[in-house]
């Protein structure tokens, strides 16, 4: 099965950065696009940042110029820097991919499989 895990969150002051790091492991053929998610408490989620596979970004207006996704295909990992902290950008941040990858039936039987994964989120805070 495919998982990602996210790493990297924590407790910064206004103005510091942080990088985040989302691993996905599994049987994964290939990753199609990648996204950052994040949701604060009493707020519904959004998309923070986004990447496809051909490395076209998207950023929401509230962390453009202050935040980059970036991706390292060859290690399944994607990244998400993020520079001059405010305090609004305190929130779970989750990665959340979708993935080509391979399902096992027994006998040598498998197909593929594209579908959305999800991480469980880092805690990032930012206190003023």
């Known amino acids: 099965q495919v998982q990602l895990e996210e790493s990297g969150g924590g407790l910064v002051q206004a103005g510091e950065s942080l990088r985040l790091s989302c691993a996905a492991s599994g049987s994964i053929f290939s990753i199609k696009a990648m996204g950052w998610y994040r949701q604060a408490p009493g707020k519904e989620r959004e998309l923070v940042a986004s990447?496809?596979?051909?490395?076209?970004?998207n950023y929401s207006d509230s962390v453009k110029g202050r935040f980059t996704i970036t991706r390292d295909n060859a290690k399944n990992m994607g990244y998400l820097q993020m520079n001059s902290l405010k305090p609004e950008d305190t929130a779970v941040y989750s990665c959340s991919a979708r993935i080509l990858h391979r399902v096992d039936y027994g006998g040598g039987i498998y197909r593929m499989q594209q579908g959305e994964f999800w991480g469980r989120g880092t805690q990032v805070t930012v206190s003023s």
């Open positions: 990447v496809t596979d051909g490395g076209i970004t």
